[in-house]
């Protein structure tokens, strides 16, 4: 079965920064891109990043570029979000997702909370 566990998330300053990581398992993960999402308070989630299969092509939400980081460890299973000069409004639960064929997978969510 598919599995995504994500870790990292936590409290910071504002201008500091964290690292998400999205351990996935159940499935040949260099085989899919992975994406990384956000909860837009009462709205939809809002895709943040995504990287290719290989790691080769990425993707940011505008309000995200220049700031964030997605990278992978295939060797790993492992899919990353390095958030540097994070500000408060990135404050929301964060999930790692891939599509594998007929169906969308979602880890559980981090939470990131950016405050003094």
């Known amino acids: 079965q598919v599995q995504l566990v994500e870790s990292g998330g936590g409290l910071v300053q504002p201008g500091g920064s964290l690292r998400l990581s999205c351990k996935a398992s159940g499935f040949t993960f260099s085989g899919y891109p992975m994406s990384w999402y956000r909860q837009v308070p009462g709205k939809e989630r809002e895709l943040v990043a995504s990287i290719s299969s290989f790691g080769g092509t990425t993707t940011y939400a505008d309000s995200v570029k220049g700031r964030f980081t997605i990278s992978r460890d295939n060797d790993k299973n492992t899919v990353y979000l390095q958030m540097n000069s994070l500000r408060p409004e990135a404050t929301t639960v964060y999930f790692c997702?891939?599509?594998?064929?007929?169906?969308?997978?979602w880890g559980q969510g981090t939470q990131v909370t950016v405050s003094s």
């Open positions: 997702y891939v599509k594998i064929i007929l169906y969308d997978y």
